[in-house]
Structure formats: structure tokens, C-alpha cells
């Protein structure tokens, strides 16, 4: 699937609006504009301007902002108006802000361009320039709503729509939020996305030439022990299938995972306490296996018993014998009927994640009996 690129494409949007809602102020629209401003150019990487500033009842509107990042192929954040309403001023300084709209909006580089319809966050800070860089526990918005979000790459082609989008944002504590739940709904990724024509060809033959998917995400985090609970993680993807994902990891500090110098000892320190990944086809397998068995010119059915036959020797570089005679009845039934597949870790204590590295690196075979591995189908 080509949705890494589109995703990664559209992070430094949700960051680059997350900094646009930090805090604002109620009374002066000039200081809550030059805070906006300052705050986003705080890190020395882009110029920040914009036109006028004015007020409009209660709301400021802000003309014109842009932003260039310098060094970052050139990116340039546009935003034609910024609406922001029920503004205050915070203690320390910078402002929180009931809401701030940018429609209309874009964000681009030397080879794509990224458009949405509307925006809005909710509970935003403004923060100011000094704490950018140093404010762990402010929470840039608790929710942010977009519509229409188009990918386009140079040219005009559009590659990637995003229908809607909703983040919501719990409590902040050591630079970890409490909650983080998205919806992205009705994502549309035509498959030149993918990189390789071996991939695309691929994706031709099965007769795919654009994917739509909804992706949800719903994950807390408890302070107390530094557990993550990815409660759930959704992509359903027409005509292909619906994956799914839960796990907890223990002993995780997320916010030291975000700094490259703590990453390692971040990892080393985390634990694995249970994983869930399911696969509920809808489509997919049919096309593959009937174009494997046109290929070979046989029916599915022969194929499918003929690819069976195989699967047992398949498996022998797991290394795991009892595993593997588990696992191939599995893959039989499944074949046979795709409705699901589904793979569960249950180990009895949380397994250290270096311990599951040096165990991939030096005792594969292991691996399944030291995460307690099981596999099932359509249950």
C-alpha cells in the first residue's frame, strides 16, 4: 500500500498547524498575531510573515501568513486567512484560544503540494517563543478537523485525498499526551504511489489502479507505569481487506522516542506486553490466488491445493518445527476459505524489546515460543 508516502507527506502539515494554534490572546490582535508568528519562527529554520491583522467582533483575523522553512526543500505553509476566536491571555504569557480556522489552506515543496478545503482547531495554545522548543507539557490543541486534503505532485496529478480528518488530543505530561484517537476517512491513493514498477505492475495485474481506505486510531497512555495501549488500529481498504492492530508496550517513554539522541535507550527500556494483529479479507486473496492459477493455467481450487502442498517447506526457515506444522495448517484452512486471519502474542510476562531483537538476530526459532505466538483462521 502507498500510504506511508502520503502520510509522511502530511505530518509537517499537522505539525505546522499544531504550532499555528498554540495560545492565543483576547484583547491586543497585534500581540496575538506577532506571538503566532514569532512562535512558529522560534526554531531558527523559517521565515514567518504576514499581511494585516485586524478584528472582527470578538474573533482576529490574521491576512496572508505564510511560512518558508529554509532547508526544508524550500516548504512553504499558506494560509490565506487565520480566524481565531474566544482568545485569552495565558499566566507566563502566549494565549489560549477556544478556536482557530485556516481554510483554504496549503503546504508545499520543491515536488508536492498538499491543499485542504476547511480547518479548524479546538483548544488551542499560543505559545511563546521562549517555550517552543522547551514546552514538553503544553498541549498544542485538543482536537484538530480537516476537510478535502488533496496530495498533488508537480505537474498537477492529483495522487492522494484525504475527505476527512479528526485528531483529538488528551492531557500532556512529560511530553507524552494522556489520549490520542484519529479518524481519517475516505482516503483515496491511486496506485502510481508506489515506488517500483515491479510493485505497480503487480498491482495492474491484480486490477487495482486506486485504493480507498478509512484508518482510525485509538490509543491512551497511563503516566503511572508508562504504558501505551494502542486499543485500536484500523485501516479498512475496499476491495483488499481490513487490518487491524492492538498491543500494549510498557516501559515506554514516547516523548524520549521522538528525541533521535534517546531513541535507543528509549527502545532498550520498553516492553512488549501483548499484540493482536488480524486480517479480514475482502477481496484480495480471491484476485491473487485466480491470477496465480491463470498464470499457471489451472483453476483456483488446484492452485490453491498445489500452493498447500508447498507451504510446509515454505515455513522451514522459521527454524521451529512445532510452529511451523501449527502455522501451515492455518495457511490451509485460510487458503482454502479467506475469510481472517489472525496472530496473537500472549507471553506470560512483558518481553524486554532488546530481547526480542537479539532473539531475531541469533535464535529466530525461538521467537515464537518466547512471545507466546498463536495463529488462527476464521474465527
Known sequence: MAVRPALSFMLPLLVASAALSPPAAAVEADAVAETLRTAMAARGDAEVTYDTVSSDGADIVISGFKSVEIGHNDRVLSLPV??????????????????ITFDGGSISDAGRKITWSSAAMRDVTIPTPAEVGDAADLRPFGSLAMREVELIRTGGKLVSSVETLAVTVGAIAGGQPSEVNVNAGGIWISADMMRGARRRAMLAALGYTEFRLDVSLESTFDFATDTWNMRSLVARVDEIGDFSLDAELS????????????????????????????????GLVERALDTQASMMGVERSAFVEQFIGAVPFMLNFIGNPPFQAKLAVVIADFLRQPLSLTVETDPELPVAFQDILSTLATNRSALPDLLSVSVSAND
Open 82 to 99: 487565520i480566524r481565531i476566536s474566544g482568545v485569552t491571555a495565558r499566566v507566563g504569557g502566549g494565549f489560549i484560544a477556544d478556536r
Open 251 to 282: 516501559g515506554i517513554a514516547l516523548g524520549e522516542l521522538a528525541v533521535s539522541a534517546r531513541r535507543g535507550a528509549a527502545r532498550e527500556a520498553a516492553s512488549l506486553d501483548r499484540l493482536r494483529m488480524r486480517f479480514d479479507n475482502r
